[in-house]
């Protein structure tokens, strides 16, 4: 495969029709590959037929550090002083070859070289770096939109060199990072620490990253304060109604993602089941402009529709005032598009996390989180700053999905005969201790392939390159291509297993492989998303698909694929199920909703409005970015000593300082005379 990318590089190279993000896009997949002769081939290649091209010096550059790091020092001073004559303003190859002069032991040259760096930016001001930065992000943002993972990442990490404080970058990078599957994530980096790049990194992101409630917790309310709100001040929340309410209750969902993504294929069904002698429906569309069948089926389903895309924010606050909403539900959260300012201006009284986003808002303004008993069981109410209520099942589903003829496993490229096991989540979601597992069972069933959906061709390699590290051959990793919907719903049938991701499990796919007919097996840990494919194995009637640890869902993993029977057995299972299970009832999902509906009214009418506590969360935010706090999370076993592990660095500042009683952990502060720092026993709430 490396050979024959190799080949039609150089072709394209030797007619100049390899463009320069090309270029590099292919010297980083040789160079993943382990064929750093075939990088620097290429690049001497693609130097010799394009000395005209502007982006010569770049180039150059590149090639020097390819030969850098492959220990060629000489060769590439030489390369770095043909950048700097090609382009004498280019800085990074002065500073590179200063660098290489000092390993060579000629600290004159050294010296010499980057004086030259500083006489040319000698004219840099905090204008012109402010330019830079946004010229860095302007690139950034078109290479990631263009799927040039790699290239976009380099670019914010050179932003990031320049300003470690940006936000907005850091998460971008933290994300394209996760996304390329390059391990570990969270890795520092010149003036960017873990404490920065923790202090930065999106609540999404964190559900990927760790298994980390209260973190997720904290971090959700620090993006709000931080991102959202920017110091701006939230109405108060609005007085109970004066009189009984004499109409249908007025139920508004505000989606960018009602069309033909996982959103919309999850609730395409339900707003049509709404009982409208109950409820009146409004939906608010908030996303890309599209004419999609998936979005023209949702709004039919709806009372009423508005396209909220183009409305500034004032606008949508008022629209949503003017129809009388008395529930407005988001099924964003921290999300694309999301209309958080608008949710913030509370325009509706009652206001509720659902679907969108798996956690907690941590925000002054949300008031309810829909869940299930599995999702969040009691003794993790304290995780959330919003009320929970529940449903038999938390996630919706279309009955009517539309599923093309299954393809034959030739057509895909799998193994006849073979176990399949598959994972159809998305890149961002295979951690490194994911991954390690895979080939754990991969290896204790011989005759097996683990089946990905298509990353970028550089992951894929990675990935493939990764399973070698770990004895596993390349080939038995099949990547499966993005296909439209119902051709990826159709080849669901050709896989025995769909093997769960960590911290941050299946949603969307798990309910697709369900209703599917292929077992999912999963390990629940203690956040919202990675509790989220347990609660749905348990609605389609596999309890017994989830395990206990992640020691037993490796062991079982392997028992069943060794052992097709079983397997046949839980697929027959499934398919006698799917008509009369809790996960594909949505007529009772839908009347459960409404249920739910009605009492947060009866809240709201009674004065008993929930309103977030949000005391401590900017603390317990500073103690997850400590230095060393993953690893003490991951340590703890149980709830009782991942609990401590927050508890013990509560009690440690409230000696120091004054900090509210903390309902979650139930401690008090360390100055309070007749407490003392008491710890109390963990309740799930009060």
Not at 347 to 373: C, E, K, Q, R
Request: glycine share 6%.
């Amino acid at each position: 495969m490396t050979q024959e990318l190799f080949l039609t590089a150089v072709k394209k190279a030797i007619s100049q029709d390899l463009s320069v993000a090309d270029l590099f896009g292919v010297t980083e997949q040789l160079k993943a590959a382990g064929e750093n002769a075939l990088a620097l081939q290429l690049y001497d290649i693609w130097i010799g037929q394009n000395a005209a091209n502007p982006l010569l010096h770049a180039v150059r550059f590149n090639y020097g550090v390819a030969l850098s790091d492959d220990g060629k020092l000489e060769r590439a001073r030489d390369v770095f002083l043909e950048a700097i004559k090609t382009n004498p303003e280019f800085i990074p190859p002065y500073i590179n070859i200063g660098t290489l002069y000092e390993r060579l032991g000629q600290l004159d040259q050294s010296i010499a070289h980057w004086t030259q760096a500083a006489n040319v930016l000698g004219a840099i001001t905090a204008e012109s770096i402010n330019y830079k930065l946004t010229a860095l992000k302007q690139i950034g943002r078109v290479l990631e939109g263009a799927k040039i993972d790699a290239n976009a990442e380099a670019v914010l990490r050179q932003s990031l060199e320049i300003d470690p404080f940006q936000r907005d970058v850091s998460q971008h990078w933290i994300a394209l990072r996760q996304g390329q599957c390059k391990w570990p994530v969270i890795e520092p980096f010149a003036r960017m620490t873990r404490r920065r790049l923790m202090k930065g990194i999106s609540p999404l992101s964190t559900a990927c990253q760790m298994d980390d409630p209260i973190f997720q917790l904290a971090n959700a309310y620090h993006y709000n304060q931080t991102d959202v709100l920017k110091g701006s001040k939230v109405p108060a929340a609005w007085a109970p109604p004066k009189g009984p309410r004499n109409r249908r209750l007025r139920i508004g969902y505000v989606s960018s993602d009602l069309r033909e993504h996982a959103v919309g294929f999850l609730t395409a069904e339900i707003f049509g089941l709404h009982d409208r002698s109950k409820v009146e429906v409004f939906g608010y569309y908030s996303g890309v402009k599209t004419n999609d069948a998936m979005q023209a089926r949702i709004k039919a389903t709806f009372d009423h529709w508005a396209d909220i895309t183009d409305y500034k924010d004032e606008a949508a606050i008022q629209k949503i005032r003017d129809d009388g909403i008395d529930i407005l539900i988001d099924l964003n959260g921290y999300s694309k598009d999301a209309r958080l300012n608008v949710f913030a201006a509370r325009p509706a009284p009652i206001i509720v996390n659902w679907l969108g986003f798996p956690g907690t808002m941590g925000s002054p303004y949300h008031n309810y989180i829909i869940a299930d008993d599995f999702i969040i069981p009691k003794e993790h109410e304290a995780y959330f700053t919003e009320k929970v209520l529940r449903l038999p099942c938390y996630q919706p589903n279309d009955r009517k999905r539309a599923v093309a003829d299954c393809p034959t496993r030739a057509q895909v490229g799998l193994p006849e005969g073979a176990i399949v096991y598959c994972c159809f989540n998305g890149t961002q979601k295979i951690t490194a201790q994911t991954y390690d597992q895979w080939m754990q069972i991969l290896r204790g069933v011989p005759n097996s392939v683990l089946w990905l959906l298509s990353g970028s061709d550089e992951t894929n390699e990675r990935l493939k390159v990764e399973a070698e590290k770990r004895g596993v051959s390349r080939e038995r990793i099949v990547i499966a291509d993005k296909r439209a919907n119902a051709h990826h719903l159709a080849r669901y049938r050709l896989a025995d297993l769909f093997l769960d991701t960590f911290p941050y499990g299946a949603h969307t796919t798990a309910s697709d492989a369900l209703w599917l007919g292929v077992p999912i097996l999963t390990y629940p840990g203690r956040g919202f998303a990675a509790r989220v494919c347990g609660s749905l194995v348990i609605a389609a009637g596999l309890p017994e698909l989830v395990c206990a640890s992640q020691e037993h869902y490796v062991r079982r993993a392997m028992e069943l694929g060794n052992d097709p029977a079983l397997l046949k057995a839980m697929r027959a299972k499934l398919e006698l199920g799917r008509a009369s299970c809790t996960l594909f009832d949505m007529p009772r999902l839908v009347q459960s909703l409404e249920g739910l509906y009605e009492e947060m009214w009866t809240d709201y009418a009674e004065g008993r409005l929930p309103l977030p506590d949000l005391s401590n969360l900017e603390v317990l935010h500073d103690i997850g970015c400590e230095e060393g706090h993953d690893e003490r999370v991951a340590k703890a076993q149980d709830l009782t000593a991942y609990h401590g592990v927050y508890r013990d660095s509560l009690a440690a500042r409230g000696a120091y300082s004054t900090l509210a009683y903390d309902r979650r952990l139930r401690v008090r502060n360390g100055n309070d005379p007749l407490i003392n720092g008491l710890v109390l026993p963990m309740r799930a709430a009060e």
